[in-house]
Nanobody, 119 residues
Framework: QVQLVEAGGGLVQPGESSRLSCAVS????????VSWYRQAPGKERKFVAS????????TYADSVKGRFTLSRDNAKRMTYLQMNSLQLEDTAVYYCGIRRPTMARPEYWGQGTQVTVSS
């Protein structure tokens, strides 16, 4: 059974940093891609960043490019989303997901973790 567990988040002030982590277990396919999405209240879940676990190639949404950094530790089956210069509009529930390279969107999701940016 595939499981993803997010950790981190909480309440931060504008301009501060925070780091989310995602622990993955139970997947049995090669070269998975781990992605982070976020969902603000009343809005759709939107792509934030993704990383190819094989070669660490990353992609980012324009809204977070230059502020967020996604990394992975394959030995620990972890990914880390470092979020710097957080803004009010970054407030959302953040989800990590995993998919095979042939799929367009994550096939499995974590339960999500809340990030609130507020002064």
């Amino acid at each position: 059974q595939v499981q993803l567990v997010e950790a981190g988040g909480g309440l931060v002030q504008p301009g501060e940093s925070s780091r989310l982590s995602c622990a993955v277990s139970g997947f049995a396919f090669s070269d998975p891609i781990v992605s982070w999405y976020r969902q603000a209240p009343g809005k759709e879940r939107k792509f934030v960043a993704s990383i190819f676990t094989r070669n660490a190639f990353t992609t980012y949404a324009d809204s977070v490019k230059g502020r967020f950094t996604l990394s992975r530790d394959n030995a620990k089956r972890m990914t880390y989303l470092q979020m710097n210069s957080l803004q009010l509009e970054d407030t959302a529930v953040y989800y990590c997901g995993i998919r095979r390279p042939t799929m367009a969107r994550p096939e499995y999701w974590g339960q999500g973790t809340q990030v609130t940016v507020s002064s």
